[in-house]
């Protein structure tokens, strides 16, 4: 039997269009069965454009929508009716064994959490997301899920992302380091300084704890999982989507500057093209909300076809390799 | 009467052989007097290289040095010998307007702070720093100085940001922003949501406070001056380093991987070449301390002889313009 992903139909900057395309591309890509949540006329209208012969696809009727602007936590115990939490719900009752959001992440998360639950041993959930190096990419945790952090946050999201970078990313012993200012162990604010000490503090650990990260080490391939408080890692995602986004639009000012260095930028497109991609969150495919009893893919606001059918990929091989027990082993042999 | 600058001779990993030769191209360049602070013997070894007819340079006696590993704070009150300590010395003392280091960061900070004060209602000294946008650069602060910050002190890296790009940039009227994961005044951690409070808080501020920017929008010129606490800066700054070097190396293997790509290479070189200045430490010049009273300009520890010169050219600039006069006028108009 495949794999049955709920999707919510509604959220995101290109609702219901490119949500829909996306679902049936990765319907068929993918070869799993969609749930699309939403306002049937809407979602039924995008549907009919394509042909699905043999795609099992089917359209949840959920009538509200939450929107960007909204306090999430509000929102989705007033809109019981909202997209977003109809959908966790068919993950709730099994008829859906994974989850892929592209509206308000707040609503996503206070939705999964509310309706799902905790996974035993872990405080916080958290969003962890896959960035770009030079060599292997490197799951970042917390990517913006709790601004504030403790010290046991910041273990709980090693342990969460040592079983994401191996089940996933497909790292075997994944290393894990602490985003800091520098690499003695004394370094950083408080936060890091007492998340250091935990994170050394038991014996026979399984976790491969190598220390403080810099943020420039990030992308030389030094480790495989960085944590970090939320408002630490959003930070760092976005500048990192900021830089490579004013590169790569930089070198093209450049290259169209002369006659010559057009030609050259003619012959480079393809280069220019592959950097891109390599740096595009569309191609990421989303970010998982870790911690919670259940799976739940959340996409970019500004999600495009693209990024939806990635994000399928990644709920269902989160789905089949089992993420959530790897987190549970790895608690198991790593509490404090 | 030309500037005299105090230079740490024997700080940064280039040490002496760069700190000296980038002081002769500075002296040279900008038209300044210098005082390189060391070793007599090896800075004298050093300056014997080259001809410095007509150039305004002294060697000043210091016989200790300061590692990188020492912890500043014991090390200046332990090393009263030591070289940043004496050029800090030539700036107490008016020998000279300016310093220059390139060594351990927390040993110039700690020298300077110790050596000179800080300026009227300025409770933490910060490092302000350049950051290439799409558009005009951006001033960061704090850069690394502060791992821990209160509202009160964005507040004034807002006020000294803003002394820093209207002087040094020449930007009028700069718009000042909070890094913050969110556009919306309550998003973010407490400090960001205090911040903002702060900044809004009061009525005829001259400060040209736009609200929060999320690490994406520091990239597209959006906003003249970005102010966050240590931890967050020192992080957002490495990641665009780590970001803006993965992506040229990147770049260069993709032009690399084939014959006719090679070709377009040897085409774009040029621009490949100014992308990479753009981004390049060595040609931002190295950061300021501000809110000390005194002009000290940190460089990167890696600073080789064009860093060194560009220095010479941010801490005279700093001068000339009296960006600590603006801190004051600054300050006096808008406290709290």
């Keep these: 039997m495949s794999i049955k992903i709920a999707i919510d139909a509604m959220g995101g900057d290109y609702a219901p269009e490119e949500i829909v395309k996306g679902s049936v591309l990765g319907a068929r890509e993918h070869n799993v069965s969609v749930l699309l949540v939403g306002q049937v006329d809407k979602v ?5 454009k394509y042909d699905i012969t043999g795609l099992d696809i089917e359209i949840v009727r959920a009538d509200e929508v939450i929107e960007m602007c909204e306090a999430p936590g509000s929102a989705i115990r007033r ?45 916080r959930p958290a969003i962890a997301l ?43 012993n994944p290393r894990v380091g602490i985003i800091n200012i520098g690499g003695e162990s004394g370094k950083g604010n408080t936060l890091a300084q007492d998340s250091y000490k935990l994170f050394t503090s038991r014996e026979n650990s399984t976790l491969n704890f190598i220390g403080n990260v810099e943020g420039r080490e990030i992308f030389t391939g030094i480790c495989d999982v960085v944590v970090c408080d939320g408002f630490v890692g959003n930070v760092t995602l976005k500048v990192t989507e900021g830089v490579a986004h004013m590169m790569i639009r930089q ?11 057009r030609i050259g930028a003619w012959i480079a497109k393809p280069a220019l093209l592959k950097l891109r991609q390599k740096t595009d969150y569309n191609e990421y495919g989303g970010a998982l909300l870790l911690g919670i009893k259940g799976t739940c893919v959340i996409s970019h606001g500004s999600s495009k076809a693209l990024a939806i059918k990635n994000a399928i990929r990644v709920a269902k091989e989160s789905v089949e390799k089992d993420v959530n027990g790897k987190i549970s082993r790895l608690y198991e042999s790593n509490k404090l």
């Design 44 to 48: 039924k209208a995008e549907l009919d």
């Design 79 to 123: 809109k019981k009716g909202a997209s977003i939490v109809v959908a966790v719900e068919q993950v709730a009752k099994g008829k859906a064994q994974a989850l892929v959001a592209a509206g308000s992440t707040g609503a996503a998360m206070a939705a999964s959490l509310f309706g799902l639950g905790r996974l035993p041993g872990i405080d």
């Design 130 to 172: 896959v960035l770009p190096t030079m060599d292997k990419p490197v799951v970042l945790i917390d990517a913006g899920a709790n601004s504030e952090c403790e010290p046991e946050n910041l273990y709980q999201f090693g342990i969460m992302g040592s079983a994401f970078s191996s089940k996933v990313v497909g790292v075997e």
């Design 251 to 261: 070198f093209k000012d450049q290259l169209y500057s002369s006659l010559l260095a």
